[in-house]
Structures are given as structure tokens and as C-alpha cells.
């Protein structure tokens, strides 16, 4: 009998970490498998345009330094729902750093929105730049959702920005 209670103790045990190692939260109306092709299931609304911004970013970044930045997704799609949009942001150097954990999240590895994070257009983060000089390049995927709780009529967007280290005088 306590061998039974053991095992099944034991398996209880392993199913618990295995739920706690499930680190990415699913976001608004996702599958919850992580991805970075938001137009796989958004559709283009008519005529709708997005334009993706991120303030707080240098044209040269100073080595090391952390940043402060905010993504804004401004579209002329107006939401008739709770939920405004969302976005996927990648890197390709530095470090991301998530500032509010309410409304962003690592997953796999760029940063997007969470479920609560999907009810805005803005989000901010911390960028620490990298020790060595190196062209830097942001990818920004973002999506202004009209809230009708479906993919048809939102509108994806893509940016790229590119900045460089500072130069020594």
C-alpha cells in the first residue's frame, strides 16, 4: 500500500513540474504554440494600414547601455472589442528585458503580448545593448485587431530597424 501511495505521489509530482515548465502563456484567441507569422492567421482588413513605431530606440546604441522602449502600433482599424492587437519582436543582438510582465513575455525567443497585453496597442520593455560593436537589427511584427473576436479584417504589419554602437572619438 505505501509502495502505491509513492508511486502515485511520485507521478503527481512529475505532472505538476512538467505544467510548471510550460513557460509561455498563450495569448488572445492563439493556439498557443509560439510563432512569429502573425499574418498566418490574421487576414488584411480593407484598405486598413498600420504603422509600427518603436520610441526610445537610438540610431547608435552606446555599448551596454539598457534602454527603455515602447512599441506603438497605430492603425486606422478601430477595435469594437476589448482586444486592440499584438506583436512578436525579435533581436538580433543585446538583450531583451521584460518590464511588465502583465502585459509582455519571452516566448521561444522574441518578446510579444499576453492575453491581457492584447487589449492595447503600446507596450514597453528594456533593451540592453550588446558589449561588442555590431550592426543591430530589430523585426518587429505587429497586428491592429478590430475586436471581433476573429482573424478576418486585422491588419499585420512588419518593421525592420537597424542601428549601430556608437562610435569612439
Not at 10 to 15: M, Q
Not at 22 to 34: E, F, I, L, Q, V
Not at 144 to 161: Q, R
Amino acid at each position: 500500500m505505501k509502495k502505491r501511495i509513492l508511486v502515485l505521489m511520485l507521478i503527481t509530482a512529475l505532472f505538476i513540474i512538467s505544467l510548471l515548465q510550460n513557460n509561455y502563456d498563450t495569448y488572445a484567441h492563439s493556439s498557443g504554440a509560439p510563432s512569429f507569422e502573425c499574418e498566418d492567421c490574421h487576414s488584411g482588413g480593407e484598405g486598413g494600414s498600420i504603422d509600427i513605431m518603436l520610441d526610445g530606440l537610438p540610431e547608435n546604441y552606446v555599448l551596454g547601455k539598457t534602454y527603455n522602449l515602447k512599441l506603438k502600433v497605430n492603425s486606422d482599424v478601430t477595435s469594437e472589442g476589448e482586444y486592440q492587437g499584438g506583436f512578436a519582436l525579435t533581436t538580433s543582438g543585446g538583450k531583451i528585458i521584460v518590464e511588465d510582465r502583465k502585459n509582455t513575455q519571452i516566448s521561444e525567443n522574441y518578446l510579444t503580448h499576453t492575453s491581457e497585453g492584447s487589449k492595447f496597442r503600446e507596450w514597453k520593455f528594456k533593451w540592453v545593448a550588446p558589449l561588442k560593436p555590431n550592426e543591430i537589427e530589430f523585426t518587429i511584427m505587429a497586428v491592429a485587431a478590430n475586436g471581433d473576436y476573429s482573424p478576418n479584417g486585422d491588419v499585420v504589419g512588419v518593421e525592420v530597424l537597424k542601428i549601430k554602437a556608437k562610435e569612439k572619438k
